[in-house]
């Protein structure tokens, strides 16, 4: 027979029992947050600290789907290219201890680059932070200098609000990665689930409109302009003002170049597109910044790599930038006439206060140097890399979706494609990060699954051995990649500055000796391999390519080893002091 007290502690113990019972775990309140946000996909890598997370995908089946990638660097930027390709924010879950060191490159990309990311990583029990426990790793500190926000979740009952916080920083102004630590002892707990519809962060503020006064100065200096010049950046893609800025550059008549990020913001195939600018720019759209008399400069942050040596860059031009992020104007370049604010929507105030134009003799000065030094290649039988990138091209007519690694590959791809699309060209700019192509050419297939878009992945044989694990996880998850890899036995843009400044010197860049044979390895992860060694074999392995529907192709174009990318400004040179490529009009027939 029971006694009054074990009556009572037996009452007070069902009593509790049935109060957990209407609270959620840390890690359930974790996924059903992730739902209420609308994730579609998580690039993620289970390991011990989140071991309840994903137990509880198991259990529930969130509306989201987890894509289970090989490396945890491939997950991040499997994320950054679901987030160029949709505009949307990418998402990446992974463990604590390495797991969050993996990702840290993929975060300094996002960084960079301005990409939409948050990353949750697993982290210790909060009691043992700082002890040097298993697998623990101080990410916050480790990232700091690389988000645009961190946060570490210390109770349970901060978790849902604070991964709305995390998706309201990294979407809104100028966008970035944000880190979200997760203790284990956070993710056990249990509290009430709600997701708050809105947010508010102290100090955190979204600019939109520009101020009207700067707006009026700068029309009035675009009237002034004799040879005015639109420098468009990443950011016009960013801020969906691409199709307002081609809409004002044809009315005003005013000529294009658009930065490595800012390709598709404005349609290449357009008479006032002058191309890329910068190192690896036409020689007509550095032609064209060195002797404008007004640089125009929307959602670009004047970089090293486009101005070269600033004190000799744009030296006749009055400046106007137009950005969202204050750090960015006159950081790198002094402007004449600052606008901060949202580039679509200053653009659209711009618009009535700017009278159409005519700059014919600006114009045809612009076409006289397109015929001095044309963007092409010599045709001499050999199986060229540009040859491979205009034929992708022409097979998809420029509408295909082109993800580029890092290197020669790189800029052939920017050179020779055309965008005439927003979001059309994804690649890594800022860090320049080998390895980001195939990952990201798979998110970009995942995010735009269903929309009947092509999606090229454009690599170089050194580049595409960084992350080649995820071609098994884009083979799982039948994606129709076209993977190519532009094949020279070396790493080609090395070899270029040791070939050009180095005497010859080809020290360590040569990897025919170690590379695998491209055809069995793809055929080993689930894909279709082909290889092509002869230009007039090019057009019919595209086309064997492009029937195959249902897994991933890797096609192996053995290139000229000896081929480089012109034009090019060697470092600290000015961009009117170009090496373009040597040859006669008679070898590009």
Known sequence: MSTPSAQLETTATTADTETDRQLATGAEIFIRSLEAEGVEYVFGHPGGAIISIYDEMHRIKPSFQHILVRHEQGGTHAAEGYAKATGKVGTVLVTSGPGATNTVTGIADAYMDSIPMVVFTGQVPTHLIGNDAFQECDTIGVTRSITKHSFLVRDVRELAATVKKAYHIASTGRPGPVVVDLPKDVLAARAPFHYPETTSIRGYSVVGKGNQEQVRKAAQMIAEAHRPLFYVGGGTIISGGSQKLTEL???????????????????????????????????????????????????????????????????????????????????????????????????????????????DEWLAQIDVWKRECPMDFRRDGKLRPQEVIRALRDHTRGEAVVVTDVGQNQMWGAQFYSYVHPRSHITSGGLGTMGFSLPAAMGAALGLRGQNRDVISINGDGGVMMNIQELGVAAAHGLPLKIVILNNGYLGMVRQWQELFHQERYSHTHLEPTNPDFVRLAEAFGCVGLRCTDPADIQDTIEAAWAVTDRPVVMEFRVVTEEKVFPMVPAGAATDNMITAQFSPEDCA
């Open 249 to 359: 550059a044809r009315r005003t008549k005013i000529p294009v170049t658009t930065t490595l990020h800012g390709l598709g913001a404005f349609p290449e195939t357009d008479p006032l597109s002058v191309g890329m600018l910068g190192m690896h720019g036409t020689y007509f759209a550095n032609m064209a910044v060195q002797n404008t008399d007004l640089l125009i400069a929307v959602g670009a942050r004047f970089d090293d790599r486009v101005t070269g040596k600033i004190e000799a860059w744009a030296p006749h031009a009055r400046i106007i930038h137009i950005d969202i992020d204050p750090a960015c104007i006159s950081k790198n370049v002094p402007v004449d006439c600052p606008i901060l604010g949202d580039v679509a929507q200053v653009l659209d105030q711009l618009d009535p206060l700017i009278e159409p134009a005519e700059h």
